[in-house]
C-alpha cells in the first residue's frame, strides 16, 4: 500500500485537557510516522453557551488527577491558581481562532504549536484569548509575532476556526482528543484519551492490515 494514500485527523481541543495528556502520545505517533499526513482539526469545546467560567465545571479538578496518572502530564501551580480562583473564561472559540492564525504561518509545525498552546495554559495559566500569548508562542518557534497577532484578526482565520468545529460535526465526532485515519473516503478510529503511543501504533497496524486485504 502508497502510505501516501492514508492521513491522521487529530479531532482537539486547547481547553480540552484529556487533549494535553494525549500529547504525547500523538507526538511520538507522528514522529514515528512522518510519512503519514497529519491534519489537526479544533474541536470546540467550550463554544456559544458552554463558554463558561472555569468554576461551572467542578468535573475539572478531579479529572485532571486522573490525567496526570494515566498520562503522566503535569498541571503548573499558576493554572491551579486558575482553577481555584475559578472564574477564568473556556473560551475555545478564542482558542481556535489562535490556533488557526499559528497554522497558517507555519503548517508544517501544527502539533508543536497545539503543545505550546497547551503548555500556556496547563502549565503557565495563561489565557488562549491574550494576543499575548500568541506573541510568546510565535517568539518560542522562531516565526514573526507580528504576522500571527495580524492573522488572528483577519477573517479568514476566524472562518477556518468555524470550518475547523463544521468538519468535526460533519466528521460526528463528539469527544475529544479523537484520532482517525483517512484513507479514501473512509475514516477508522484510532482511539483518543489515555492511550499509549504504543497502543496507537498497535490500533493502527490492525487498521492498516484490514484494509490492505
Same mark, same amino acid.
Given at each position: 500500500?502508497?502510505?501516501?494514500?492514508?492521513?491522521?485527523?487529530?479531532?482537539?481541543? #486547547?481547553?480540552?485537557?484529556?487533549?494535553?495528556?494525549?500529547?504525547?502520545?500523538?507526538?511520538?505517533?507522528?514522529?514515528?510516522?512522518?510519512?503519514? &499526513?497529519?491534519?489537526?482539526?479544533?474541536?470546540?469545546?467550550?463554544?456559544?453557551?458552554?463558554?463558561? &467560567?472555569?468554576?461551572?465545571?467542578?468535573?475539572?479538578?478531579?479529572?485532571?488527577?486522573?490525567?496526570?496518572?494515566?498520562?503522566?502530564?503535569?498541571?503548573?501551580?499558576?493554572?491551579?491558581?486558575?482553577? #481555584?480562583?475559578?472564574?477564568?473564561?473556556?473560551?475555545?472559540?478564542?482558542?481556535?481562532?489562535?490556533?488557526?492564525?499559528?497554522?497558517?504561518?507555519?503548517?508544517?509545525?501544527?502539533?508543536? =504549536?497545539?503543545?505550546?498552546? @497547551?503548555?500556556?495554559?496547563?502549565?503557565?495559566?495563561?489565557?488562549?484569548?491574550?494576543?499575548?500569548?500568541?506573541?510568546?508562542?510565535?517568539?518560542?518557534?522562531?516565526?514573526? &509575532?507580528?504576522?500571527?497577532?495580524?492573522? =488572528?484578526?483577519?477573517?479568514?482565520?476566524?472562518?477556518?476556526?468555524?470550518?475547523?468545529?463544521?468538519?468535526?460535526?460533519?466528521?460526528?465526532?463528539?469527544?475529544? &482528543?479523537?484520532?482517525?485515519?483517512?484513507?479514501?473516503?473512509?475514516?477508522?478510529?484510532?482511539?483518543?484519551? #489515555?492511550?499509549?503511543?504504543?497502543?496507537?501504533?498497535?490500533?493502527?497496524?490492525?487498521? =492498516?492490515?484490514?484494509?490492505? @486485504?
Amino acid at each position: 500500500m502508497n502510505d501516501q494514500e492514508v492521513s491522521f485527523i487529530y479531532v482537539w481541543d #486547547a481547553y480540552c485537557g484529556w487533549c494535553y495528556g494525549f500529547s504525547n502520545s500523538i507526538r511520538t505517533l507522528h514522529e514515528i510516522h512522518p510519512e503519514i &499526513p497529519l491534519t489537526l482539526v479544533s474541536g470546540g469545546l467550550f463554544v456559544g453557551d458552554r463558554s463558561l &467560567p472555569i468554576k461551572d465545571y467542578p468535573h475539572i479538578s478531579e479529572a485532571n488527577q486522573r490525567i496526570s496518572q494515566l498520562t503522566g502530564v503535569e498541571f503548573g501551580e499558576r493554572y491551579e491558581e486558575l482553577l #481555584a480562583n475559578g472564574t477564568f473564561l473556556l473560551d475555545s472559540e478564542a482558542a481556535a481562532i489562535g490556533f488557526s492564525a499559528l497554522r497558517s504561518i507555519a503548517p508544517e509545525r501544527v502539533l508543536y =504549536l497545539a503543545s505550546s498552546m @497547551q503548555k500556556s495554559f496547563y502549565q503557565e495559566g495563561k489565557s488562549l484569548s491574550d494576543e499575548e500569548t500568541y506573541r510568546e508562542i510565535a517568539m518560542a518557534h522562531h516565526l514573526d &509575532p507580528d504576522a500571527v497577532i495580524e492573522r =488572528l484578526k483577519e477573517k479568514e482565520t476566524i472562518n477556518d476556526a468555524y470550518a475547523d468545529f463544521a468538519k468535526v460535526q460533519q466528521l460526528n465526532v463528539n469527544g475529544y &482528543p479523537t484520532l482517525l485515519l483517512k484513507k479514501g473516503d473512509e475514516y477508522f478510529s484510532l482511539g483518543g484519551g #489515555a492511550m499509549t503511543a504504543e497502543k496507537l501504533e498497535g490500533r493502527l497496524k490492525e487498521i =492498516l492490515e484490514k484494509i490492505d @486485504q
